[in-house]
């Protein structure tokens, strides 16, 4: 990627322009709320509904492509897209704006939670919150399922990810692997098992089906993608040369790094790992303060995986050392930023022209198609340790004979977040409220119950 490559974009075969392209990719930042579900969602309705920028098949395959990636899919997949429209300019921009929003919401909320987050009426909205938040995950394993699973070895696959994860603490990228070796084997043996729907027939989109001419610049990929790696890297060599890797600032350069490599699936698959790590080992927050996190990235625009944002900013806030504790905080959550999604740019455009170039390919569809349906038992796992976290006060791991499993302490179950998580449940499921009103409304009941004399702590 040089500057020319960024300053000067050719005049599209499709007509679209750059700067038309940038407002449309700045309204799609806009309305991402509620996680890669919805957001996947959103981006469809415009790319692919109201604009007719590429078809279904295109942006299914763009999609499983993205979630076989390492990294938050439905950024990766706007920078897809950008990149197929815009070549590197496009892919930038649109991925970039993708981020901002919620990148800056994060920040702001982070501070005000950090500063007055113990404040019991403010409590008592992230209690609300949290029940919102286990909706709409719920809410993403049935979308990404019905999408997802259509026959019976992609069910089978689903629920073998999920009980690896949940039972014996799989590592994602084994099962991500897993899935993709099982996939490609079928569709060697002609088994339409993992088999995708096929792109329609052309001419139904602006780009079409052919391959735009930039799509073939194999080397140009691995140039960009140099720059990325620099641009990545050479900030975490420094950090740790300057300070040492047990400082809190190259643990969360290193951890983070880490997650962007080896986390398959975007941020549901990834989150739960985090939580557990930043909880149980470093120690840089409470389970009930990772909802909180999430409660705060599901009430902004933009990935759900800027939560690693709000984990980074309290680690670090709390962890200052010799910087003041906000200055430390807000460095904490943007360098976490940073080598969150700088590798998402160099992983996307380098594998992009393979995969488009492999679009027609039947052992690679089902790869990518059974990965897809590994992601939805991941999806599943965190529904459920979200929901352990969220209805009970108390949750104990269980170690021993292969197993690793959080159970929950009984005597701990708090009847008002099971009540305000069930009714979360049927609004968003049974009577399709929308995403604003469920986590307003949940808000507003947490509160509530804190006038009423509830303990929402």
């Not at 040089?2 to 392209?21: C, F, I, K, N, Q």
């Not at 038992?377 to 004979?401: K, M």
Request: aromatic share 10%; hydrophobic share 60%; net charge positive.
């Amino acid at each position: 990627m040089d500057a020319a490559d960024l300053m000067t974009v050719p005049p599209p075969h499709h007509g679209v322009s750059l700067r038309e392209a940038t407002v449309v990719w700045a309204r799609i930042a806009a309305l991402s709320f509620g996680g890669p579900a919805g957001q996947i969602a959103v981006m469809h309705r415009i790319v692919v509904e109201e604009r007719r920028w590429v078809d279904e098949g295109r942006f299914l395959h763009a999609l499983n492509v993205c979630m076989l990636l390492p990294g938050p899919e439905a950024q990766q997949l706007a920078t897809y897209l950008g990149w197929l429209m815009h070549r590197t300019a496009g892919g930038v921009i649109a991925g970039v704006l993708f981020v901002l929003p919620g990148a800056v919401s994060i920040m702001a909320l982070s501070i005000v939670y950090a500063l007055y987050g113990q404040v019991p009426a403010i409590g008592a909205l992230f209690f609300g919150l949290k029940a919102a938040v286990l909706a709409i995950v719920l809410q993403a394993v049935l979308r990404v399922g019905r999408r997802a699973l259509r026959t019976r070895a992609q069910w089978a696959l689903a629920a073998a990810s999920f009980l690896g994860i949940f039972l014996f603490a799989l590592p994602f990228p084994a099962i991500v692997l897993a899935a993709g070796l099982i996939g490609f084997a079928a569709a060697q043996a002609g088994s339409a098992a993992f088999a995708g729907t096929g792109p329609p027939a052309g001419g139904g989109s602006l780009l079409g089906d052919a391959l735009p001419a930039h799509t073939r610049d194999r080397r140009g990929a691995f140039r960009t993608a140099a720059l990325c790696l620099t641009l990545w890297l050479v900030p975490v060599g420094a950090i740790l040369l300057a300070r040492g890797s047990g400082d809190v600032f190259a643990r969360i350069a290193t951890f983070f790094s880490t997650m962007a490599v080896v986390t398959f699936g975007g941020a549901y698959a990834a989150l739960a790992y985090v939580a557990q790590q930043a909880v149980e080992n470093f120690h840089w927050l409470q389970p009930r303060e990772m909802l909180d996190g999430l409660g705060l990235a599901e009430t902004t625009p933009g990935p759900l995986i800027m939560v690693m944002q709000f984990v980074a900013f309290l680690g670090a806030y709390r962890n200052s050392g010799e910087l003041a504790p906000l200055t430390a905080g807000i460095l904490g959550g943007l360098l976490a930023t940073w080598v969150t999604f700088v590798p998402c740019f160099l992983f996307v455009f380098l594998a992009a022209p393979f995969a488009e170039a492999l679009r027609g390919n039947a052992r690679v569809v089902g790869a990518l198609n059974a990965v897809t349906a590994a992601v939805v038992g991941v999806i599943l796992n965190l529904a459920v340790w979200f929901s352990l976290h969220t209805i009970f006060r108390e949750v104990q791991p269980v170690r021993g004979l292969g197993f690793a499993l959080d159970v929950p302490v009984m005597g701990s179950l708090d009847p008002a977040a099971l009540a305000l998580s069930l009714v979360a449940v049927v609004a968003t499921l049974r009577f399709g409220l929308g995403l604003a009103t469920v986590l307003g409304g949940c808000a507003a009941a947490g509160l509530m119950l804190y006038l009423a004399g509830y303990a929402t702590g």
